[in-house]
């Protein structure tokens, strides 16, 4: 039978990853995250004026309500990209993205009149561990529009901001 490592547990007869070594050693006190969330079924919703002022509005509020603070972001017409990061007294991610979501799938129907589920149950995250990772993950977001054939430059796409300097 397996015994105790020091990672934590083993099942079986299967040895730890040795490549998990160097979790232990990861630590950041302060981390920016990359965030991607989808429509539910990709449902074209989000790339207009009225949507978008409700994203950006629930984004502005992130502090009060949830102790995030968002930075970059862009509004594709089945997603969004965004990076955020904790405040002091902030709720888990988690929490976050869902009470986000929640908020702004009453008010996306509400407003807008669209009916049914507005975003996916999950959503994608990365840590930013260097301002190289930054940098790459800024560029993709903000060229995402010209991969997606929507404008031929990213300056023309209208649904990028920023809401804080992070």
């Not at 105790?4 to 099942?11: A, E, F, K, Q, T």
């Not at 129907?109 to 669209?114: P, S």
Request: aromatic share 12%.
């Amino acid at each position: 039978m397996a015994e105790v490592s020091d990672l934590g547990y083993m099942i079986g007869t299967i040895m730890p990853h040795s490549h998990l070594h160097r979790l232990e050693r990861i630590w950041i006190s302060s981390p920016i995250f990359f965030i991607t969330t989808c429509t539910d079924n990709k449902r074209l919703l989000l790339s207009n004026e009225s949507t978008a002022s409700i994203l950006i509005a629930e984004w502005k509020s992130a502090p009060e309500r949830h102790g995030w603070h968002i930075g970059q972001y862009v509004i594709m017409p089945d997603h969004v990209h965004f990076f955020c990061s904790a405040g002091n007294e902030s709720k888990s991610l988690s929490n976050f993205m869902k009470h986000w979501k929640e908020l702004t799938s009453k008010r996306i129907k509400k407003e807008c009149g669209t009916e049914g589920n507005i975003w996916q149950r999950e959503f994608f995250d990365h840590v930013i561990r260097n301002e190289e990772s930054y940098a790459q993950k800024k560029e993709y977001i903000f060229n995402n529009p010209v991969r997606a054939g929507l404008v031929t430059n990213a300056d023309e796409w209208l649904w990028k901001g920023e809401i804080e300097i992070l």
